[in-house]
């Protein structure tokens, strides 16, 4: 190859970069400021409300990590304080442990009664838990309970599952893996733009 078919070779391959680099950043945002404005609106809704608590890591032993003990204390404090009567607990129990088994055993623990909880099993991803929700679990209307860092991707993936949403900052304390979590939801965003194209 002579010095002129790899300079457009790399003018070729630069060019794919950059507009790799522009689409994922576009599609990244966009989901961040439609979720940040169905966050931002008033939702007063008519119809049954479900709170959907989304999964995330359990620890060795059962113990839910801190991310996903503050989803499901902030998704029983709103039980309690009458905003719904169900609470969805959505994630994997595939890998030698069982996201909504703890997340339910919690939630009882702290007084919700095992008949207001319903378990997913299969909420592989976000947007697994939010099709679920509406396909198999009948929910129209629907509190989102998880991180503030998560919650526009979540509820865009609710509204494009065909639910009306809001969502409730599961923020109870500092996270440590807080900048790694920000730096992988930009992509995370972006995925989910293109899968709802």
Not at 51 to 59: Q, T
Not at 124 to 132: K, L, S, W
Request: charged residues 20%; proline residues 3%.
């Amino acid at each position: 190859m002579n010095r002129r078919s790899a300079g457009r070779v790399f003018c070729a391959a630069l060019l794919l970069g950059l507009l790799a680099a522009f689409f994922i950043a576009f599609g990244s945002e966009y989901v961040r400021c439609r979720g940040e404005k169905i966050m931002a609106s008033e939702t007063d809704f008519t119809q049954p409300v479900t709170i959907i608590v989304l999964g995330a890591a359990v620890w060795p032993g059962g113990a839910p990590s801190h991310m996903l003990e503050d989803r499901v204390l902030t998704a029983v404090q709103l039980y309690h304080d009458g905003k719904a009567d169900t609470l969805l607990m959505s994630g994997n129990r595939d890998g030698g442990y069982n996201e909504p088994d703890v997340m339910a055993r919690l939630a009882q623990s702290k007084g919700v009664p095992l008949a207001a909880i319903r378990c997913d099993y299969e909420g592989y991803t976000t947007r697994h838990t939010m099709q679920n929700a509406y396909r198999h679990f009948g929910a129209r209307a629907a509190i989102v309970v998880t991180q503030e860092y998560h919650l526009p991707r979540a509820l865009y993936l609710g509204e494009q599952a065909g639910m009306r949403v809001m969502g409730s900052k599961a923020d109870l304390r500092l996270y440590t893996d807080a900048r790694w979590n920000a730096f992988r939801e930009f992509f995370a965003r972006a995925k989910a733009w293109l899968q709802e194209l």
